[in-house]
């Protein structure tokens, strides 16, 4: 990629995430209701953090660190890079200030532009930079998630955008039908790709069909209204323990007896033919259960992407997040970046409309520990042909 367009992505992109948090208070941006959800000033920081450590430290001779506390206090989970701040502490934080942690995002952008427009870099170095760019789009995406968590817990109703979260489901031709046979899914071609996604490989799949819908706010509550969350043979015993446990009756954001439901734009009525969120892996197998279908391998779901309308929702997959035969993390402390998740957690696939342009792949891999619904996940239903 030529220098001139990495300049204006990683302008666009710090520009991108300050504009998520620009309608927020201060007070807003420090606030941590879940250790799931991280506050958003943390967020900003630690995204300048990911660019200091990774790209400027190596990469910048004459490096000078802006302030050498920030590398604990904004280190995410890197246990080779040092000590950090516990994920559940990071609300406890109260200095450095929202308007330090932007000073400090200022220097490091201007830092990281003059690298680049350096011209001295060496290959390594800007696959360095287009992997800061990527992370940060996922802390963008996780920032529309984790604000919206935060601010649902307000008695006053809050606002800040529209992101389409109550447009009706996109149609397509139904089922989509995939043929028995040999197949290849994983990262192949030009281009970058997280590691977790290669290498390529061949898998053998059954004859089955897929729905080219997601399912529906009104097709859930269907489930609902027959029973879904009260009757033990829809549910793993885990997912089944974990309703009765948290008295979960309906998807996250759903409220006033499933009649209202809370967006990032605010409370409106329940739209009913918009595609159900918020629900954890638990759930969304509950409710393939109850439909007489079932939830899609991540290997099916690669392979049906190009006959499917993409983008809505993180769909939950039924595979375990796993290596792929042959995976090899990167080398050094950014090899932790994926590698060291890969147990306890189920994949998602496909993107969301909270997932940044350009970021998302076919051969993209999410993932989430089983319970978690904080997230734009959704559901589309898989049957045997």
Known sequence: MPLNNLLVRFAALRKQTEYICAPLNPEDTGLQPSEDVSPP????????????????????????????????????????AGQRTIRGNRGDLSRPTLDEI??????????????????????????RIELGIQHEQQHQELLLTDIKYILSKNLIDVALFDIG??????????????????????????????????????????????????????????FIRDG????????????????????????????????????LNGECDLP?????????????????QWAGKRLPTEAEREIATPKLNVGERWEWTNSAYLPYPGYKAWEGVVGEYNGKFMVNQMVLRGHAISTAPDHGRKSYRNFFHPHLRWQFNGIRLAYDS
């Open 41 to 80: 000033k943390w967020h900003l920081a630690h995204s300048s953090w990911f660019f200091e450590y990774f790209i400027l430290q190596p990469y910048k001779s004459s490096f000078t660190p802006y302030d050498p506390r920030f590398f604990t206090l904004f280190n995410s989970y890197y246990e080779g």
């Open 102 to 127: 932007l000073r400090y995002r200022r220097h490091i952008t201007l830092e990281v532009s003059s690298l680049i427009e350096s011209n001295t870099l060496s290959q390594n170095a800007l696959e």
């Open 165 to 222: 979260e109550c447009l009706p489901v996109k149609k397509g031709d139904n089922p989509i039908v995939i043929e028995e046979g040999v197949y290849e899914i994983g990262f192949n071609g030009p281009g970058f790709h997280f590691d977790n996604e290669s290498p390529k490989h061949k898998v053998y799949l059954n004859s089955f069909k897929l729905s080219a819908q997601l399912v529906t706010n009104r097709e859930y509550l269907a």
């Open 228 to 263: 879904g969350y009260t009757n033990p043979h829809l549910w793993h015993q885990e997912g089944y323990h974990w309703i009765v446990e948290h008295n979960i009756t309906s998807p996250m954001y759903w409220r006033n007896d499933n009649a209202r439901m809370y967006t």
């Open 272 to 288: 009913l033919d918009a595609p159900v969120t918020h629900i954890s892996f638990y759930e969304a197998s509950a409710y393939a």
